[in-house]
């Protein structure tokens, strides 16, 4: 089907019959938002642009375009989250959290280069079936997969384009200075005893990465690493040799650690980014689902206006920038205690603050271990 056919044709049965349906609802939920119904492309189908849809789908015309094929369509990702703060942001879309969680962390297993190891204490750290929350989000939703459309046609059809493509970043201007690092991924499936009974981390030396085991159950754990030295898959290699199992699935991509106070533009003509695509990922842990949500949050908060959602997501993000310093600084070598313990301190105070959020214990001497490392 052609792409205008297939939205015209969207328009005219799915959209209407949802709308007609839901009209009572539509003239409540409505009552918050002054605007208008409009008609939006959200364009990559991640965390950021499945969530989206759920956010947006009552109250204005959305369509989704996924690069992916239907059946090939999944996430690139260790699937870790913390479980209170996702219960929020789903329950914003009328989503039960609790149905996707996968494993409950209690501890965190940390093993630095030197071979010293601890333990973090976790009080909410999860893991879920994330690509089945994906595909929840766009329930009721058209979404064309296998697609990636070109800009003058989504320009032609849609008051908004959503940039959602995360790393991509296909509808925005390249950016300037961009900062990324390689991962690779491994979901194992072990026959008997899994390697670890919970989540396990190694962060590699002077902080250009580290290697992750991410418990799925009893039976299948993710195991990768992003690595600045390149040494992901060779990381990632050694331990599967080490501890066996069955390779299920392999992935990999590069993760974007450049923070949004460096990915401006955030908005060009019709095109805003959500997500990835702005830099929404926390350059310390290389976490992004929370913060693209989040991201996401704001930008349905502030729909219609690009300049007040560049000053909103600025100022939530804005401790990141910070952090990205940090993390930047030991990968260059240019580290000094002396000199960046100002900025370590407000690095500790946020994530402190933030406990419940990060789903863990943060201590000012586990911070001070990986900053040494
Ligand atoms: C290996 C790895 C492990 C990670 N583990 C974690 C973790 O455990 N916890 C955590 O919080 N974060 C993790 N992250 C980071 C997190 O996955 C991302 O930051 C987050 O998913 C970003 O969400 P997004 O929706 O912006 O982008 P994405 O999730 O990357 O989604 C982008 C979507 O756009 C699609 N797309 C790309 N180009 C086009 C195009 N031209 N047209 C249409 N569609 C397109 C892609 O196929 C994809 O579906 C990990 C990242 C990697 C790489």
């Not at 989503?95 to 965190?108: A, E, P, R, S, T």
């Not at 032609?156 to 961009?178: M, Q, S, W």
């Amino acid at each position: 089907m052609c792409f205008k056919v297939f939205l015209s044709h969207f328009k005219t049965s799915q959209k209407t019959q949802e709308c007609q349906a839901r009209k009572i609802d539509i003239v409540f939920i409505r009552s918050e938002s002054t605007s208008a119904e409009l008609k939006i492309a959200v364009c990559g189908i991640g965390v950021a642009g499945s969530y989206l849809l759920s956010r947006l789908k009552h109250d204005h015309e959305v369509v989704g375009f996924e690069r992916m094929p239907e059946e090939r369509h999944d996430s690139i990702c260790a699937w870790g989250t913390c479980r209170p703060r996702m219960e929020e942001l789903c329950a914003k879309s009328g989503v039960d959290f609790n149905k996707y969680v996968i494993h409950d962390g209690k501890n965190m297993y940390v093993e630095m280069n030197n071979k010293e190891k601890f333990n973090i204490g976790l009080h909410g750290l999860c893991t879920y079936d994330k690509i089945r929350l994906i595909k929840d989000f766009t329930k009721g939703c058209k979404v064309n997969y296998g697609v990636s459309p070109k800009l003058e046609d989504l320009e032609a059809e849609f008051d908004i384009i959503v940039d959602c493509t995360g790393f991509h970043r296909v509808y925005l201007p390249k950016l300037e200075k961009d900062f990324f690092l390689p991962t690779y991924e491994y979901k194992v499936e072990y026959e008997g005893k899994v390697p670890y009974d919970d989540f396990f981390i190694k962060p590699f030396a002077n902080m250009t990465g580290y290697f992750w085991y991410f418990p799925l159950g009893d039976k299948l754990a993710h195991i990768g690493a992003g690595d600045y030295m390149k040494k992901h898959i060779e990381e990632t290699d050694k331990f599967l040799k080490e501890y066996g199992g069955k390779v299920i699935k392999t992935v990999g991509r590069p993760i974007r650690l450049a923070t949004p106070n460096l990915c401006k533009p955030f908005y060009k003509g019709k095109v805003v980014g959500v997500g990835e695509s702005i830099g929404t990922v926390y350059p310390l842990l290389g976490e992004g689902i929370i913060p693209s949500m989040e991201c996401a949050d704001i930008f349905v908060r502030n729909l219609g206006n690009n300049e007040k959602y560049e000053k909103e997501v600025m100022e939530h993000f804005k401790i990141y920038g910070k952090v990205f310093n940090f993390v930047r600084s030991k990968l260059s070598k240019d580290f000094s205690l002396l000199k960046q313990l100002g900025d370590m301190l407000s690095i500790f105070r946020y994530m402190k603050k933030n406990e419940a959020r990060f789903g863990m214990e943060i201590h000012m001497r586990d911070l001070m271990k990986v900053a040494k490392a």
